[in-house]
């Protein structure tokens, strides 16, 4: 069976607002926000410098492929297409392989907010590495049992988690805003302090990591044949859930900002400790535990659309026979990839265990090289995305002579935001690899994170030789 065939038994579970709060959860991350904050007034502008060149350029480029083919893969699909077999599994494989050690840097971010659900008092445990791996663990493997039921169970996950990254960002909004208004701003805003420094690496590291946290509006379609009317409501929900996305981004980091002083911001607990902060010098209810509740929930949520997303990607690659027959299996009773679910899980747990357990690493410098090995072998698969655009993106020439000029003009911009994607994300690639401020053993980092990122692409070249079936 081809992976363009629908496969029966999919059941079709998202609609229009299912894929808005699918699409939240997947893409915003308070951590983003916290890192973007931590390195003060200048976020401000690479931000908006990210959201120009890698954004924008993603959403577009997701509308045209999706609406022409909306099929189960997405971006598998669409490179297969664009580029041939062996380049659609080698898109899918770096795109799967990225999300196993994605889903353990979400995971310890929320262990991280989790710490501080019973009081501050107990915000040791976040540096504890025996709690952060027992919440870790049992987030993930529920976000697994809730997918293997299905989408019509596991979206709610999901949905939760949207509502978990809503709410602490809009108080964290709100909070910011009274605090400027009745005691001014924690953050100098000079000419000088919002100007960042592109002469620094440190500087463009960080705006290939602004890069990563606006990526995800690509994962939904690969559940393409899970969702109601995919070509009306996947450009639907990007347009809707972007502007969400962008707004949390742009005006989070500018309310952390009021409310901290860059010095005292944490890029794993920065958020929660902000509204605490704000909280006290304002007099308000303390909201400090009820947020780190929800923001642990919402990365929850977000492994778990991650989870389901990347999970359909062996599955094609196993219809079209580049991986073992079990993984074109469906669930009897639910009709789900459960063999992909499952080795996503265990592989995600041995990546857990491997990023905290050893050595004289920290669990932030764990998650630090879980997020940079993300980057690099999940830029990959947008390397294709915007290579995919250009060549298949093309709009169909028009039969009015009258219209050629505006023919013309769509395949113009077409085209440029494919090339401005293709240099953001080799911009970024390039870029992750140089080791963040903090890191104690810059050598020891390097070698885990260009061991294991040539490891998963080797992998991948051999795994066509090795199981491709006839």
């Not at 893969?73 to 297969?80: E, F, L, P, S, V």
């Not at 870029?431 to 104690?440: D, K, M, R, S, Y």
Request: glycine share 12%; net charge positive.
């Amino acid at each position: 069976m081809s992976s363009n065939q629908k496969p029966a038994e999919l059941r079709r579970a998202l609609g229009l607002v299912d894929l808005v709060l699918f699409n939240v959860v997947a893409i915003v991350g308070l951590r983003w926000v916290a890192t973007a904050a931590a390195t003060g007034a200048s976020s401000m502008f690479l931000w908006v410098l990210a959201f120009l060149v890698f954004f924008l350029p993603s959403g577009l480029a997701v509308v045209v492929l999706s609406t022409r083919y909306p099929q189960e893969g997405g971006i598998y699909i669409w490179t297969k297409r664009a580029f041939g077999d062996w380049h659609g599994f080698m898109c899918g494989w770096c795109y799967w392989t990225a999300n196993l050690v994605y889903f353990p840097s979400l995971l310890i971010y929320a262990a991280g907010n989790a710490a501080f659900i019973f009081g501050e008092e107990y915000g040791h445990l976040a540096g504890s590495k025996a709690f952060v791996v027992i919440f870790s663990f049992g987030a993930l493997w529920l976000a697994v049992a809730l997918n293997v039921v299905g989408l019509q169970t596991s979206k709610w996950l999901s949905n939760l988690g949207a509502i978990g990254t809503w709410v602490p960002a809009t108080l964290l909004v709100t909070l910011g805003g009274w605090a400027l208004w009745k005691f001014g701003s924690a953050t100098s805003w000079g000419r000088s302090d919002l100007l960042p420094d592109f002469g620094s690496l440190g500087t463009l590291s960080f705006w290939a990591t602004m890069c990563f946290g606006f990526a995800g509006l690509e994962l939904a379609p690969t559940m393409g044949d899970e969702i109601r009317n995919p070509g009306k409501n996947i450009p639907r929900a990007i347009v809707l859930s972007g502007i969400v996305v962008t707004g949390i981004y742009v005006l989070g980091t500018l309310a952390l900002l009021i409310a901290l002083p860059r010095s005292e911001i944490s890029v794993i607990s920065g958020v929660v400790e902000a509204i605490n902060h704000a909280s006290s010098r304002l007099g308000a209810i303390p909201f400090g535990a009820v947020c780190a509740l929800l923001i642990a929930l919402g990365g929850i949520g977000g492994a778990n659309s991650w989870l389901a997303g990347s999970a359909r990607l062996p599955f094609v690659a196993g219809v079209d026979r580049y991986l073992p027959e079990s993984f074109a299996r469906l669930h009897p009773r639910f009709g789900t990839p459960y063999t992909s679910i499952l080795a996503q899980g265990v592989l995600s747990s041995l990546f857990l265990l491997m990023s905290v357990v050893g050595g004289e690493t920290t669990v932030k410098e764990a998650y630090l090289v879980l997020v940079d090995m993300s980057i690099i072998v999940y830029f990959i698969p947008f390397l294709y995305l915007f290579g995919s655009l250009i060549r298949l993106g093309k709009p169909s020439l028009p039969t009015d002579p009258s219209e050629g000029a505006g023919h013309r003009g769509r395949g113009a911009g077409i085209i440029l935001a494919g090339v401005l994607g293709l240099a953001a994300t080799g911009v970024s690639l390039a870029l992750a690899l140089v080791p963040p401020e903090g890191v104690t053993n810059s050598v020891l980092f390097e070698l885990k994170l260009v061991g294991g990122c040539l490891i998963f692409i080797g992998a991948g070249a051999l795994f066509p030789i090795i199981f491709r079936r006839k």
